[in-house]
């Protein structure tokens, strides 16, 4: 094995670890490259207003007078950021490839989904921050332009330069992740980890069953919201709590009866067929009765994720997009600050 992709392969099997040194390289690449780039220099006056009694800093940005050389800048820190951005894809395609074909061997269903699940979760997490900043970016944006706080303008400057490198830092974090929103190979861990459990099975399988119900929920939320567009009055949590618990009992006539359920969901998931899963979530309630009931009783309640972090996206092109978008338009707003606004004055 080749040390680049043992190195990889160890990256792939710690998202956390993995993440941490890829925001940390993020941020010791794009803060020099930063305040290279969008560190502006002022020539200065100090004049007095005799009409309102007050004294004006005036700073003049010389990158209006330098347009030459700040543009270059700007082609440097974009250059940087093409590059980073290219090697952060590449690597994600790499750890891609990695976690895929170590899909292909026994026993791996439990971990292409427990990676899948951190990998996402850190992933998703990283774009909804750098969309956070983004907006921060907007705002200091229009403060600055139009005049408002006009005392706190340099300290706006130094915000916007901090904001930037957020931005440019998660986006790399974001990248860098493997692309494992795959219907058929996730679809088929379930149900390999489904067809594994056997009556009175030990108490270690609860956790594959606990990450196949988990993926589960994730693949049924996304197949349908395909075609019923109000999915949030389709709840989905009621029917999955009851085959949950049935998967749970080691009553063997039970236990069955949910595991063929189980199967049929996930060979309809693989096939796309929507009636399918209809079908084959009414059955819980009519063959799954008491286990409904017994839920109902006991108030029995089962956690599911947040749809908005684990999102699914099969679509490498618009994951790719939504990542790219606030890298490409943080450029265009720092040029608007740093090269179109020209003049910044400060009381006191």
Same mark, same amino acid.
Request: charged letters at 10%.
């Given at each position: 094995m080749y040390p680049i992709t043992s190195v990889l392969r160890r990256?792939?099997?710690?998202?956390?670890?993995?993440?941490?040194?890829?925001?940390?390289?993020?941020?010791?690449?794009?803060?020099?490259?930063?305040?290279?780039?969008?560190?502006?220099?002022?020539?200065?006056?100090?004049?007095?207003?005799?009409?309102?009694?007050?004294?004006?800093?005036?700073?003049?940005?010389? $990158?209006?007078?330098? *347009?030459?050389?700040?543009?270059?800048?700007? @082609?440097?820190?974009?250059? !940087?950021?093409? =590059? /980073?951005? +290219?090697?952060?894809?590449?690597?994600?395609?790499?750890?891609?490839?990695?976690?895929?074909?170590?899909?292909?061997?026994?026993?791996?269903?439990?971990?292409?989904?427990?990676?899948?699940?951190?990998?996402?979760?850190?992933?998703?997490?990283?774009?909804?921050?750098?969309?956070?900043?983004?907006?921060?970016?907007?705002?200091?944006?229009?403060?600055?332009?139009? $005049?408002?706080?006009? *005392?706190?303008?340099?300290?706006?400057?130094? @915000?916007?330069?901090?904001? !930037?490198?957020? =931005? /440019?830092? +998660?986006?790399?974090?974001?990248l860098i992740h493997p692309l494992l929103d795959n219907e058929e190979l996730l679809s088929q861990a379930c149900l390999n980890i489904i067809n594994s459990i056997k009556e009175e099975y030990p108490k270690e399988d609860i956790k594959k069953i606990e990450q196949a119900h988990f993926m589960l929920y994730i693949l049924l939320n996304h197949t349908l919201s395909k075609t019923i567009e109000e999915l949030e009055e389709f709840n989905l949590e009621p029917p999955l709590t009851t085959l949950y618990l049935a998967l749970l009992q080691n009553e063997k006539e039970t236990l069955n009866r949910a595991k063929t359920i189980t199967t049929n969901l996930l060979k309809a998931i693989k096939e796309k067929k929507t009636q399918g899963i209809l079908k084959h979530l009414a059955e819980i309630h009519k063959k799954l009765e008491d286990t409904k009931e017994l839920s109902k009783t006991m108030e029995i309640t089962v956690h599911y994720p947040s749809l908005t972090l684990y999102t699914f996206n099969p679509s490498k092109k618009t994951t790719l997009i939504k990542a790219l978008i606030p890298l490409i338009t943080q450029i265009p707003l720092a040029i608007l600050i740093f090269l179109g606004k020209w003049l910044y004055y400060v009381t006191f």
């Open positions: 990256f792939a099997e710690e998202p956390r670890y993995m993440s941490l040194l890829a925001l940390i390289v993020g941020l010791i690449v794009f803060y020099p490259a930063t305040n290279y780039a969008f560190n502006p220099y002022f020539l200065w006056i100090v004049t007095f207003n005799p009409y309102d009694g007050k004294w004006y800093s005036f700073f003049i940005n010389q $990158n209006i007078i330098f *347009q030459r050389e700040f543009a270059v800048k700007v @082609l440097v820190f974009t250059a !940087i950021l093409f =590059v /980073s951005m +290219l090697a952060s894809i590449k690597i994600s395609q790499t750890l891609t490839k990695t976690i895929l074909k170590e899909s292909q061997e026994e026993n791996s269903s439990v971990k292409i989904i427990q990676r899948w699940k951190a990998h996402k979760k850190i992933a998703s997490t990283a774009l909804i921050l750098q969309y956070l900043a983004l907006v921060a970016l907007i705002g200091l944006t229009l403060l600055i332009w139009y $005049n408002m706080l006009q *005392q706190y303008a340099t300290i706006f400057l130094t @915000l916007t330069r901090i904001t !930037i490198i957020v =931005v /440019s830092a +998660l986006g790399i974090l974001h």
